[in-house]
């Protein structure tokens, strides 16, 4: 079946084969070359970013956090200093740059890890560049002591400064809860729920009277801030996993099946589209918020201004999310990276990110500050988020975060949410939640 | 030549299964589009948006304001081309000694090349980031285009391309003429094949074009960005402003539309002409 | 896999003696000099980090700490881990909800989209790759969407027609059929052209025979259609296998509040997906290793199996 026929004069003159074949080499190679020099054309643009001379900083962020303005406000401040931030991602994916980096070669000067990521780096401490050595000791009393502490290894390196942290608080939607028949003052609400116990009656009287749900979820806005609210987590203060042990952890777990059982839950993960797009049409009247929550709140629902309040959250106080400024071991500019940090993460600096961003600082001493205040916000009905988010943090009995909080924490949630769903059984959930706990983490 | 007219005319049905089909290849899209006209309120609302809404320049503005957009589409232009005519060029030339050279150790390599396809690359950014860096290449668009250039799956298809298309008795009678081996493959056997070479180009370019962890993971500088880390600063991990991202995904795709409709007739029309004969 | 005529002729001889020493060994030396600009970037770039993956799966190695030998332990663990087990049946059960109907659906169209007398080809055809040009990203956000429980439009159209509202990314068969959804719209259009490009090699006198011997369209899809296509649909059916097995950014974009596990009970938690919480989530990269050399072997089993399946189908029919 050949369907090509083949024409001698095809060929035309036969060349000499020497030169046939070399030519071809030469082609080859030039298509190549030619290939790899276009890029490299491209590339000449590229700048030498870290030169080593501590006047430029290559720093990572993520979204989320609005890192930019701190940056464009210090470059104003120091002309001289070049700072190239790179704030895409999330803060899993920028961990997983960082990983990759720090494993494979050319490192960052100066970035931002999240919270949950920070315990298996801080594991690590021979990657980062010990603080200490750079003048961190001296600063180190501005911080909540139980924040810093989190990044301080196991002989005492410091390995991060602390950026922000969250505090907890309950979002809630007035013009919903005045249609439950339930008080709308944020000091009411507070009033309205003093204990877990009391927010499951009011999510039940708040069914009751509306037909819809009342909280997005519980394994986050209940389990998750409830367990946060002891002096132990899944850790003792010695560092020894205790999390099928401790009574607050079992309390906690309990409570957010009791939600469940009390169908006040909108079922929404957070951060998924669902829980997105429920929060406008009012699929929920209440969210476990902190202070960085409020910016999604307000990005989700933006037809909704002006109809949260925020009011203090059962069990009074509580923590989510927070990170980290980190200095990579092998960073070429340290010292410039180091000014950075010891300028925007200074009390002053913190309390002016606080205004222009609403990021919760972790220096106590400006929570007094007037600026902090007599913040009020009007998309939450003028509350004073200053206030609110730092007294719940002032509540906070410190408890130690180990490198394996973070999966233990998701196993539990996860039995809750299954649970949630109805798939899972509520009596066997804890039991479930151990056994994958042990296959995550083999202890 | 008599033929029965019997079949001649099309069933309305098929153009019902037909027109379904191309409904819901381009209804996404579509959607996509009328995201990025409205705000994220009104896409999420039921009974669901289909019609497109006035927001297109503003969001637009706002994707050019926020991230170094035009920037970005160079870039991407620049490594999804360098990949794709590598990749024509490379995966040719090894597609044709596979299929029609014989030397040593080919069925072997060969082998060797399928087998990689069917390991995970997940793991193996570490070590290919530990060789980047070592070449100097981080932050660079090499890093995005030398390892690009390497497609198993190329040689797989080009391979197989000249296997069926090209008939051993054609190179053996060009042979007995007297030609090398060059002239056999760049007068004969490559013009025969080049359809599905240009397609191979087109599918490395999409596919580099779309590419989003390597360069994530290899590329810091704003101002080096391709197109898919610029638009990923668009979406927050907290909330997703519907409307700018899927604005930003959208004028992302459209450097790919407009390609489609100037190439994707010839695209289309290559892999007809020279696909699997015989 | 040639089609040459006779296979005593598949090596091209040797020039003719009136060629000096020198071609000779320059011809000698061609082919390998055609595979080298392949050959290096592929050794450094390909072969290389793959090689390296196989290597760490004996360790115990932290990405940022410790590398520790430890031979064939990573194995023994994940024989016993429930989880390894878990995203092993979702990567089969995805990869034959997206393969199977995707591939009978693009021979169907195929076959349609060959009809001499069809009107807006080059539309129909032109459109099947639409899909294929948008990034994965953003069809994540879009389907996610459109499946949403509450808010999607899929939903919203099923109520209609009295079916409750699915969460399709909280049950398990419903994350399946969104991740297969996703596959499957991204590819059919693709393999469908490449069916087309093989029917229409196929005379047309060939269908009209049948067609006047009395043979149905079906007959004629059978008995014509798919036996000619042998070469294609193997081709298919291999990378299909080798593809869906490793099916990896859906599931990680879909799932925007727990992105490593895929939902709460891992329920479309891919293989792929599950080596890369291990390696990037919990740094044990030693283990994602052995779950990648795992994969690797499911992979080829399975190829193979589906690759001699098919060469025999043809001959079967004949």
């Not at chain 1, 210090?74 to 001289?80: I, M, N, Q, S």
């Not at chain 1, 190239?84 to 997983?96: C, D, N």
């Not at chain 1, 009020?376 to 180990?402: E, H, N, Q, R, V």
């Not at chain 2, 035009?70 to 060029?89: D, E, K, P, T």
Request: glycine residues 8%; positive net charge.
């Amino acid at each position: 079946m050949l369907t090509i026929s083949f024409h001698p004069e095809t060929f035309g003159d036969p060349e000499p084969y020497g030169r046939n074949t070399v030519k071809f080499r030469i082609a080859t190679s030039v298509v190549l070359a030619a290939t790899l020099a276009l890029a490299a054309a491209a590339c000449s643009s590229n700048d030498n970013a870290s030169t080593g001379d501590n006047k430029s900083i290559e720093f990572w962020s993520f979204t989320g956090i609005n890192q930019k303005a701190q940056v464009d406000d210090y470059k104003k401040l120091h002309p001289g200093i070049d700072i190239k931030l790179t704030e895409v991602g999330s803060s899993v994916e920028t961990a997983q740059a960082l990983t990759t980096a720090l494993a494979g070669g050319k490192v960052p000067d100066l970035v931002l890890i999240q919270g949950d990521d920070l315990p298996k780096f801080v594991q690590q401490p021979q990657n980062f560049v010990d603080l200490r050595t750079l003048g961190a000791d001296k600063v180190k009393g501005d911080y909540l002591d139980w924040v810093i502490s989190q990044s301080i290894a196991k002989d005492g390196q410091i390995l991060g400064v602390p950026t922000d942290v969250g505090g907890m608080a309950v979002a809630y939607r007035t013009d919903l809860f005045a249609k439950a028949g339930l008080p709308t003052d944020r000091d009411a609400v507070g009033k309205l729920w003093p204990t877990w116990d009391a927010f499951i009656e009011a999510g039940k009287k708040y069914v009751a009277a509306t037909g819809k749900p009342f909280v997005d979820n519980a394994a986050t806005s209940v389990f998750y801030q409830a367990v946060n609210q002891g002096p132990e987590k899944y850790y003792d203060t010695a560092g020894n996993l205790v999390y099928d042990q401790s009574p607050q952890v079992k309390t906690a777990f309990d409570l957010g099946l009791k939600a469940v059982a009390a169908g006040i839950s909108a079922k929404q993960s957070s951060f998924a589209t669902g829980w997105s797009a429920g929060m406008g049409p009012g699929q929920f009247a209440v969210v476990a918020a902190p202070s960085w929550m409020l910016n999604a709140i307000r990005t989700n629902a933006p037809g909704t201004k002006g109809k949260w309040d925020i009011a203090t959250i059962p069990g009074g106080a509580g923590n989510w999310g927070g990170s980290y400024l980190a200095i990579p071991k092998n960073a070429k500019n340290p010292k410039a990276a180091w000014d950075y940090i010891a300028e925007t993460q200074s009390p002053k600096g913190q309390l002016a990110h606080f205004v222009a961003s609403g990021s919760l600082p972790t220096t106590p001493s400006v929570y007094k500050d007037a600026q902090l205040t007599s913040l009020k916000d009007p998309f939450f009905s003028d509350a004073p988020t200053g206030t609110i988010y730092t007294d719940s943090l002032l509540g906070l009995k410190p408890f130690y975060i180990g490198p394996d909080s973070s999966a233990i924490g998701q196993e539990f949630q996860n039995a809750i949410t299954n649970v949630e769903q109805g798939k899972g059984d509520p009596a066997t959930a804890w039991d479930t939640a151990l056994k994958n706990i042990k296959a995550a983490i083999g202890k | 030549m008599t033929r029965p007219t019997r079949r001649r005319h099309v069933r309305r049905r098929t153009y019902a299964l037909l027109g379904l089909a191309a409904l819901a290849c381009w209804f996404p899209l579509y959607w996509m589009f009328v995201v990025a006209t409205t705000d994220t309120a009104r896409a999420t609302q039921l009974p669901p948006e289909i019609k497109p809404g006035g927001n297109f320049f503003h969001l637009a503005g706002l994707v050019f304001d926020t991230v170094p957009f035009v920037r970005s589409l160079i870039n991407s232009l620049i490594v999804a081309g360098s990949i794709g005519v590598g990749q024509a060029v490379l995966c040719s030339l090894a597609g044709f000694a596979f299929a029609k050279l014989h030397f040593r150790g080919r069925n072997a390599l060969f082998l060797v090349v399928v087998l990689t396809m069917t390991v995970p690359t997940q793991l193996a950014v570490i070590p290919q980031y530990m060789i980047i860096s070592s070449l100097g290449w981080v932050d660079t668009l090499q890093a995005l285009i030398v390892p690009g250039l390497a497609s198993a799956f190329g040689i797989f298809w080009m391979r197989q391309y000249f296997t069926t298309t090209i008939s051993d008795e054609l190179l053996q009678a060009a042979r007995i003429d007297g030609a090398s081996t060059w002239q056999i493959f760049w007068r004969i056997a490559f013009p025969l094949v080049r359809p599905a070479a240009f397609v191979l180009g087109l599918f490395g370019f999409v596919t580099a074009w779309n590419d989003f962890l390597w360069p994530f993971i290899v590329l810091k500088s704003p101002d080096m960005y391709t197109v898919q880390i610029a638009i990923k600063a668009l979406q927050n991990q907290y909330a997703v402003d519907l409307g700018l991202a899927m604005s930003g995904s959208f004028l992302a795709t459209i450097p790919l539309l407009v390609l489609f409709v100037f190439v994707g007739r010839s695209m289309v029309a290559g892999i007809m002409d020279g696909a699997f004969k015989g | 896999m040639t089609t040459s005529l006779s296979p005593t002729l598949g090596r091209l001889p040797a020039l003719s003696g009136s060629v000096g020493v020198r071609q000779r060994i320059v011809e000698r030396i061609a082919p390998y000099a055609y595979i080298a600009p392949f050959f290096v970037v592929f050794g450094v770039f390909g072969l290389v980090p793959l090689l390296f993956t196989f290597y760490i799966a004996l360790f115990d190695w932290n990405p940022i700490g410790e590398h520790t030998f430890i031979g064939l332990d990573n194995f023994t663990r994940l024989l016993h881990d429930d989880r390894f087990w878990n995203a092993a049946g979702n990567t089969l059960s995805i990869w034959v909800l997206s393969t199977v109907p995707q591939l009978l659906l693009a021979l169907l169209l195929a076959h349609l989209l060959n009809h001499a007398r069809l009107r807006f080809a080059v539309f129909f055809r032109m459109s099947m790759l639409v899909p294929y040009i948008t990034s994965v990203a953003a069809t994540a956000i879009v389907f996610a969407q459109l499946f949403d429980r509450d808010f999607g439009l899929l939903n919203w159209l099923l109520g209609h027609v009295g079916v409750g509202p699915i969460d399709f990314t909280q049950s398990r068969w419903g994350s399946y059929v969104l991740i297969a959804a996703m596959v499957m719209w991204r590819w059919f259009g693709y393999n469908t052209l490449l069916y087309l490009a093989s029917l229409q090699a196929i005379p047309r006198e060939v269908f009209e025979a049948a067609a006047v011997d009395g043979a149905s369209g079906w007959q004629q899809f059978r008995h014509i259609t798919v036996p000619s296509l042998r070469p294609i649909i193997v081709f298919t059916i291999v990378t299909s296998t080798i593809g869906g097995l490793q099916i990896f950014t859906e599931p990680l974009l879909l799932s925007r509040s727990a992105p490593l596990t895929c939902g709460p009970v891992r329920q479309c938690q891919t293989l792929t997906l599950f080596l890369y919480e291990q390696g990037f989530g919990q740094f044990q990269f030693g283990y994602g290793a052995a779950i990648g050399v795992a994969l690797f072997v499911l992979v080829v089993v399975l190829a193979l199996i589906n690759y001699l399946l098919s060469t025999r189908i043809r001959r079967e029919q004949r």
